[in-house]
């Protein structure tokens, strides 16, 4: 037999799935605010680690910085003693000049030959030179080898005339020598060996 049940429905009552979606409602609440709690809790401890983090590096970075600052004072330091190092051996080139003129022009003198009587050096590095020689042919080959000198910048026969002296004809000369520092290759060998 079939049983037909024609009664409406019966009516739960409404408070116990009220109370249901309550609770489940504070639990949520109370997970979502554990989460965003311990969230806040882990960022803030991120932060503070980074703050530290930044602090030492900002330590570092103006340690850093004071030691390029040393570092530069120092390099400038050396340039300005590098600078005075290079006006030092320029000086001292320089210095040696006038006994390297002179020392170029005796020593290619043929003591034999030629005889000099006055010299005159000027601060300009020309010298004047009055002399007697042999003959014209030994005058004008010591003039020649003079001119290959790394020192000579040029030579001018002011004049030359026949002299006697002592019963020998001699050439009577007078000659200017413009004298100058050698090329920088030959002279930076010299500087650095001399």
Do not use: C
Not at 11 to 17: A, E, G, H, M
Not at 65 to 93: D, H, P, S, T
Not at 110 to 126: A, C, M, Q, S, Y
Not at 127 to 133: F, I
Request: hydrophobic fraction near 45%.
């Amino acid at each position: 037999m079939i049983r037909i049940n024609l009664l409406p429905p019966e009516k739960r009552p409404r408070i116990s799935t009220l109370r249901l979606d309550m609770g489940v409602l504070g639990l949520t609440t109370v997970l979502v605010g554990g989460a965003i709690l311990l969230s806040y809790l882990w960022i803030s401890g991120q932060v503070k680690d980074l703050e530290a983090v930044h602090q030492v590096r900002d330590a570092e970075n103006t340690a850093l910085l004071a030691e390029v600052a040393r570092a530069r004072r120092m390099e400038n330091e050396m340039k300005a003693i590098q600078g005075r190092i290079e006006v030092i051996k320029e000086i001292r080139g320089i210095q040696s000049l006038p006994v390297r003129y002179v020392d170029a022009l005796i020593s290619v003198l043929p003591e034999e030959r030629i005889w000099f009587e006055t010299f005159h050096l000027d601060k300009n590095g020309v010298l004047q030179l009055k002399g007697v020689a042999m003959d014209n042919q030994s005058f004008a080959a010591y003039v020649e080898i003079l001119r290959t000198s790394a020192f000579v910048r040029g030579v001018v026969t002011e004049r030359t005339l026949r002299r006697e002296v002592q019963g020998l004809t001699l050439v009577e000369f007078h000659f200017r020598v413009m004298f100058g520092p050698p090329p920088n290759e030959y002279y930076q060998q010299q500087v650095e060996h001399g």
